[in-house]
């Protein structure tokens, strides 16, 4: 990857951001500013100004007189994220209910459908897909600009975790159903519905995510 010369620093970052998400920059990664300044073609002054914002998203940890790695995102970190990831995608489903036209529910309705059969046919990366678009239209509906700011913070923490939850047993189902009841809250306009709904969807996905790190640790340990 290279970034023309006369790049901001945002569109560092951007890179950055894109190759931590994918893996290209692992978890507890040094970053080591001279080769990134070779390698992106630009100088130190834009680079530490995208690793400023990269530190303040989370997605990085800055050690003095070390520098940046990194981050590692710990099972307390998700226990820490995800009560409060569910009070405001519950918040956002509140408010969906209230302010979702007809026109909204019908093209929720049809990603629902699309959600039914990727799970019938488990097709697991089109599920969460899916599952992501809709998540996303929900907070759109909310129209609240801090829920949304404030969300897609937390995200970034949990995309970096790497999450795949559907690999529990039986959660693909459980999944599905989940969102079939905030959706029937959503079309209702039943906004505490909706809210309960969608928290109750997150806090299990907590417990999947627990579930499926103690099968790894049980697959290590044999």
Known sequence: MRIVANSLHDEVATALREEIFAGALAPGSFLD???LCERLAISRTPLREALKVLTAEGLLRHEPRRGCFVAEVTERDLDEIFPVISLLEGRCAWEAARNASDADIATLEGLHDKL???A???RITAYYATNLVIHEAIITLADNR???QTIGDLRKILKLA???QLNAPGRLAQSLSEHLAVFA????RDSDGAEAAMRTHLHR????LRAVALQQKSRLAS
């Open 33 to 35: 500013e001279a080769a």
């Open 116 to 118: 039914v059969k990727h």
């Open 120 to 122: 019938a046919a488990k």
């Open 146 to 148: 801090w829920l949304a």
């Open 162 to 164: 790497r999450l795949q």
């Open 185 to 188: 809250a959503l079309k209702a």
């Open 205 to 208: 996905q907590r417990e999947a």
